[in-house]
């Protein structure tokens, strides 16, 4: 069964994308079977591994977008993913087991003009759909928005993990407590829609400390994010077995440059120590996420 994880914190500009990115690539090149699903309305995800203009084509339309599964809904969640997503120039395929749902900027309609239908909300059509492939992939990664409306509802309700990527200030612990608020109300609204076959609602499991930048110190950060953390445990609001991870991922330029070239971190020759290191963070959030197994 496919290890299905959303990535999410009510906090923006925490590095989100980057990491599910980077993390997704590691994963490949490990040897996992991956589906990236992105459902942030900036289609960040998308635009990096598809490159502009492959992205462009379907912006312009929206026809092959993760929206037309809900309007016109004449496509399914089968039929909209491309599979070894990562080309170089010459269009080879770079990491033939990472594959991609791609978003484009018409899913901001999932939450303002799409016509609700309370006995079909949008999580409950993408979960049937979503069934049709799970069975192909080892992990199933979702790019959640800031929030948990429609959108960020459909990678949340699949999920049986929660991930959350945090800088080390106050307002990553804020999100991070709001985020439990909210995963507990939307738990409660979308019960009914359950099946036992889908396993447990998804819970927080795992804090990962990105885009550290150097000389920053985060073991304050750190200690009010554990002290919040066990409070949550105690009071059974996130897994037992959440933790903060060990590994913490840098802050480098080759993130940006990355974006830039359309490919994962790991992908790119390594020009300098910090960026080396920055490329084995992702690999060793991978190591810890995969040896990080969820409780029965």
Same mark, same amino acid.
């Not at 496919?2 to 999410?8: G, T, V």
């Not at 993390?23 to 992105?38: E, I, P, S």
């Not at 020009?271 to 810890?288: F, G, I």
């Given at each position: 069964?496919? %290890? @299905?994880?959303?990535? *999410? ?6 590095? #989100?994308?980057?990491? *599910?990115?980077?993390?997704? &690539?590691? $994963?490949? @090149? ?7 699903? =992105? ?14 203009? %492959? ?20 496509? !399914?969640? @089968?039929?909209?993913? *491309? ?5 170089? #120039? ?13 978003? +484009? ?10 016509? $609700? ?6 999580? +409950? ?17 979702? =790019?959640?928005?800031?929030? *948990? ?21 106050? $307002? ?12 507990? @109300? ?7 829609? %359950? ?17 550290? #930048? ?13 002290? %919040? ?6 009071? !059974? !609001?996130?897994?037992?077995? &959440? ?13 940006? !440059? ?7 971190? &790991? ?19 991978? =190591? ?9």
């Amino acid at each position: 069964m496919a %290890r @299905k994880i959303s990535f *999410i914190n009510y906090k923006g500009g925490v590095g #989100k994308t980057s990491l *599910i990115v980077n993390v997704a &690539a590691c $994963l490949a @090149k490990l040897g996992q079977r991956v589906l990236l699903f =992105d459902f942030d309305t900036q289609s960040n995800a998308s635009i990096w591994l598809l490159r502009l203009e %492959r992205w462009n084509k379907i912006n312009s339309t929206g026809e092959g977008a993760i929206f037309s599964i809900f309007q016109p809904a004449t496509a !399914r969640v @089968k039929d909209l993913i *491309i599979p070894a997503v990562v080309e170089g #120039k010459n269009g080879e395929k770079l990491l033939p087991t990472l594959d991609l749902v791609p978003t +484009a900027f018409n899913l901001v309609d999932l939450e303002s003009e799409y016509e $609700l239908d309370p006995k079909r909300p949008p999580y +409950a059509i993408f979960q049937e759909q979503l069934a049709e492939v799970e069975g192909n992939y080892d992990y199933i990664l979702f =790019d959640c928005p800031p929030n *948990i409306l429609r959108a960020a509802q459909c990678g949340i309700f699949c999920s049986n993990e929660v991930y959350i990527p945090a800088n080390p200030d106050a $307002l990553s612990l804020i999100g991070f407590t709001l985020l439990v608020e909210k995963l507990g @109300k939307f738990h409660q609204l979308s019960a009914s829609f %359950r099946s036992v076959e889908m396993g447990a609602p998804a819970q927080v499991r795992g804090i990962i400390f990105n885009s550290i #930048k150097t000389n920053v110190d985060i073991e304050v950060p750190k200690m009010r994010m554990q002290l %919040r953390m066990n409070q949550f445990r105690t009071a !059974r !609001r996130v897994a037992q077995s &959440a933790k903060i991870f060990d590994t913490q991922v840098r802050d480098a330029m080759v993130v940006r !440059r990355a974006v830039t070239l359309g490919l994962p971190v &790991a992908l790119i020759g390594q020009e300098s120590q910090q960026e080396d290191n920055v490329a084995h963070d992702y690999r060793k959030v991978a =190591d810890e996420m995969m040896n990080h197994t969820p409780e029965a």
